[in-house]
């Protein structure tokens, strides 16, 4: 057994596709087949279930499949401890954060860039529940989060800012002369939204039946950037997150704050307190304290 049998079959639970699989690890997929035979040779026990294509872990795969990533979390563990002993920060931090929130993950990742050149970043955009779960599972290493998710007792935060909310819209087909906006107004305009069930979705929801308004939503999406597309075609107005950043993606976009528009779950980021957790989790997470608290010095 080695690591790189252990890469392999957590290749292929993240793309669930043999081909997909040996693309990732750089591989053609009949030694990936094969060194995934080899390792249930080895340990004397099915792993996968095959047909004309992947069809899923065994359960003894799926047992297998959570140690595999315990010992690759160590394994890069190692290596960054190793790094960071040498005066250095290498590897990569996998980071998740929900999809629509007061903050620009920019924010932290532009500065530990340009400290630790050889840092890289895998950046997923989940839910709250599904960053608590990763963690957990030792899938991420630190994440962007609503805190009515989180249990403080096995988990450490930096609590963020609250998330307000304006109105997006391309100025080529809306104009609002006013400051800010009141959720009367906001209702009156055609909407895109989030699908329902979605956190940032839910608090907007919220807000509506307390001004006894039903919004005209015109569109609804899992996507944020399907919703900024539609904006900027023209057919809707999007109620977003203000000091994110989007509506600096381009020149047309411009968001105006809506009155008493706050998603009253803080924002945070979050790092799992149980091992195994590596040192370039432990050392980013102490960077972003100091990033974080810069940026709210006046």
């Not at 990533?69 to 990569?92: F, K, N, Y």
Request: hydrophobic letters at 40%.
């Amino acid at each position: 057994m080695d690591i790189k049998q252990l890469k392999y079959l957590i290749a292929l639970d993240q793309t669930r596709h043999f081909g997909q699989a040996a693309a990732l690890c750089h591989i053609t997929q009949p030694t990936l087949s094969m060194r995934i035979r080899n390792l249930e040779d080895e340990l004397d026990l099915v792993l996968i279930t095959r047909g004309q294509r992947f069809e899923g872990f065994t359960e003894e795969g799926e047992r297998i499949l959570a140690w595999a990533r315990t010992l690759l979390a160590a394994h890069d563990g190692l290596q960054a401890e190793a790094a960071s002993c040498r005066g250095q920060l290498v590897g990569s931090l996998r980071l998740g954060m929900v999809p629509l929130a007061s903050l620009n993950p920019m924010q932290l990742l532009k500065p530990l860039s340009k400290r630790y050149p050889e840092l890289h970043f895998q950046l997923s955009s989940l839910t709250s529940e599904q960053i608590i779960d990763h963690l957990n599972r030792n899938q991420l290493d630190l994440g962007f989060c609503y805190l009515d998710q989180v249990d403080t007792q096995f988990f450490d935060v930096i609590r963020l800012t609250a998330t307000s909310m304006g109105l997006l819209h391309d100025v080529r087909h809306f104009q609002f002369d006013d400051a800010d906006l009141s959720w009367e107004a906001v209702g009156r305009q055609p909407l895109g939204l989030l699908t329902k069930g979605m956190h940032y979705r839910q608090s907007i929801d919220l807000s509506f039946r307390s001004h006894d308004i039903d919004p005209h939503t015109i569109l609804e999406s899992d996507s944020t950037f399907q919703l900024i597309q539609a904006v900027n075609a023209g057919i809707c107005c999007a109620i977003m997150p203000l000091r994110s950043g989007i509506e600096a993606m381009n020149e047309h976009l411009n968001i105006v704050p809506i009155t008493d528009a706050v998603i009253h779950s803080p924002l945070g980021l979050v790092m799992r307190r149980s091992e195994p957790r590596s040192a370039l989790a432990d050392k980013c997470f102490a960077e972003a304290k100091g990033i974080f608290q810069a940026s709210k010095t006046p």
